[in-house]
C-alpha cells in the first residue's frame, strides 16, 4: 500500500487537509495588516501609539511560538491549530468589544489573542514538509504558503464588505469576521489523519544544552537568521504603510488594496518558488529575495505617490517568498525529527523578536522622521546579510 508520504501532493489527504485549514485560517492576516494601524489610529490616546496593538500582535507572536512548538511536539500538530483559531475567536471578539466600548487597552489585549494565533498558522509550513516525502518538501512548504495568495485576496475584499456591519462602530465587523474564519477555518483538519507526536523522546524544552547544539550548525543558524531578518523588514515595511498612505493623503481603500497585493505578491510566486529551489539550490533563490527586499527598500524611499506604495510593496512581497521559503526549507532539512520542536520553536521565536522589534520601531520612525528615513534604514540591514549569505554559500549548498 503506497503510504501518504508516497502519494503525488495533490492526492496527499493530509497535505491537501492542512492547505485547506490554513487557506481559510490565514484570511485573518490580511485583515489585521489593516485594522491593527486603523484601529489603532481610533483609539489610541496619541498618534505615535497607533501601531502599538500590531506591536503587541508581534510580541505576543513572540512569546508563545516556542510553547506552541512544544505543544504540537506533544500533543500534536491538529491540537496545537485548533488552539490557535480557538485563540484567534477570542482576539477577534476582544476587537469588537474594544470597538464598541472605545477601549484601546482592549484593543491590544484583542490584537494579543490574534498575534498568538497567527504565530501558531506559521507552523503549518512545517506540518506541510512532515507528510510529504523528502524530496517533496520544498514544493509542499512553498505550495502551502500559496494559501496566502486567497487570503490576500479575500481578506481585504472582507474588510470592504464587513467594516461597517455595525453602522454605529467602524471596522467593528471586520474584527468579528475574524471569529467566522478561525470557526470555519478548523473545520478542515477533523476530516484527515496527521503524524502522531513527534517527540514524545525528543527534547522536552529550549534548554542551553539544545540552544548551543542548534547555534553549532551553520546550515540552521544560517536558516534562523535569514528567516528573522526577511520577516524583520517585510513587517518593518508593511505595517505602517496605512497610516503611511492616509497621512498622505490616500484613501483607507487605497491602502486596503495595497495590502491586498501586497499579500498577493508574498504568496503568489510560491507556486514556483518550491520549484526554483529544486533547480537551482536554496542559496540563489535566498539571495535573490534579499536583492528584491533592498530593491523594495528603494523604491519606497523614493516617492510617496500612489504607484511607489504599489511598487515597493509588491516586490517587497517578492523578495519576502523567496528568502523566507528558502529559509524554511533550510532549517527542514538541516533538522532532525526529534529535535524539530525545540529548534523551529527558536527558529520562530527569532522571527517573531525580530517582527516585534522592527513593527514598534516602525511606528516611532514612520511618525518622527517619516516615511523615506524608516524605509533607508532596512538597506543596511539587508545589504549586509546579503553579502553573508554569499559567503558561505557553499556550506549552505552542502548541509
Known sequence: MISAQQKPLLANLPFLGLLAANTILGAALPLLIILGGLAGL?????????TLPPSIQIFAGFVVTGPFSLLMGRQGRRFGFVVGAVTAMIGGA?????LFWSSFALLCLAHAFTGAALACYLYF?????EVVAPQWQPVAISLMLTSGLIAALIGPEIFIRTKDSFAQVPLAGAYASIVVLSLVGVLPLAFVKLPPPASA???AGLDRGALVLVLRSRPVFAAIVIGAV?????????????????AHGHSDVLASDV???????MFAPSFVTGFLIKRFGTVPIVATGLIFLICAAAVAASGLSLHHFYAALIVLGIGWNFSFIGATDLLARAVAAEDRAVVQGLNDTAVALASTICVFGSGAIVTGLGWSILSLSAVPILTVALVWVIAIGRQLAEA
Open 230 to 246: 526577511s520577516q524583520g523588514i517585510m513587517v518593518l515595511l508593511m505595517a505602517p504603510t496605512p497610516l503611511a498612505m492616509t
Open 259 to 265: 495590502v491586498r497585493w501586497h499579500v498577493v505578491a
Open 94 to 98: 476582544l476587537g469588537v468589544l474594544a
Open 42 to 50: 481610533a483609539l489610541a490616546p496619541s498618534p505615535a501609539l497607533a
Open 201 to 203: 523522546g525528543g527534547r
Open 125 to 129: 509550513r512545517f506540518a506541510a514538509a
